[in-house]
């Protein structure tokens, strides 16, 4: 099956720095979706975005299909950024399939 | 527009026990999938519902059932209780459209003791 990886597993930001968290995928894909997830477990839907580029406030996202991966930036980050990110990809109408996260700390 | 709603929030049994999860589809959704994420790892995806049938199943055993109603709600149905089927379990509903977009319920979280 796909694999995708995310890189880095951990980040440590100071509040108002900028990140970006990467996601490689090892096969063609028509769907891919960044998750935020909470402390309490709920996946917070960031974007659908399996190509392209698009900018929701302080957030974007960028998929480049044909190298097989996908960028998320966030800029000025703030504490409630805190959680662990998920890209999830999948073909059609098959199993989605989820990255192994980021987990980000932004400290004031 | 009602989000995906999913019950219990947290449950505990006990080795060898059954357990039935509820899912409720986000309104205009007839696809339901079902995930079980693990601490400290990504959700896996255990299996799919489309028009009450399943239609397609991740690594999970057979005691790993569920069921999709004509409303397009969902049941998760775990039968013989392993310690190590306690984990957070969630649902996520989408449409057959051109875009396959989840969306996430809270998720149940299940503790096997």
């Known amino acids: 099956g796909i694999q995708v990886e995310q890189s880095p597993p951990d980040l440590i930001l100071q509040e108002g720095a900028n990140s970006t968290l990467r996601c490689n995928f090892s096969?063609?894909?028509?769907?891919l979706q960044w998750f935020h997830q909470n402390p309490w477990g709920q996946l917070i839907n960031l974007f659908y975005?399996?190509?392209g580029t698009k900018q929701n406030g302080r957030l974007s996202a960028t998929t480049v299909a044909t190298e097989r991966y996908s960028l998320l930036y966030i800029s000025s980050s703030q504490t409630t950024d805190s959680g662990v990110y998920f890209c999830?990809?999948?073909?059609?109408?098959?199993?989605?399939?989820f990255g192994t996260g980021t987990k980000l700390q932004v400290i004031p | 527009e009602t989000g995906v709603t999913q019950s219990p929030t947290h449950l505990i049994k006990t080795r060898g026990q059954q357990v039935t999860l509820r899912c409720s589809s986000q309104?205009?959704?007839?696809?339901v999938s079902w995930y079980q994420q693990a601490l400290g790892q990504g959700p896996q995806f255990i299996f799919q519902?489309?028009?009450?049938?399943?239609?397609g199943r991740g690594n999970f055993p057979p005691r790993f059932s569920g069921l999709q109603f004509p409303n397009y709600s969902s049941e998760l149905n775990v039968n013989a209780l392993e310690l190590d089927d306690s984990a957070l379990y969630l649902c996520?509903?989408?449409?057959?459209?051109?875009?396959?977009?989840?969306?996430f319920g809270e998720g149940s979280r299940l503790t096997v003791l």
């Open positions: 519902y489309y028009r009450e049938e399943e239609n």
């Open positions: 999830a990809v999948g073909w059609g109408y098959q199993k989605v399939t």
């Open positions: 996520a509903s989408s449409s057959t459209g051109t875009y396959r977009e989840l969306f």
């Open positions: 309104s205009g959704h007839n696809t």
């Open positions: 096969d063609s894909v028509n769907n």
């Open positions: 975005i399996p190509s």
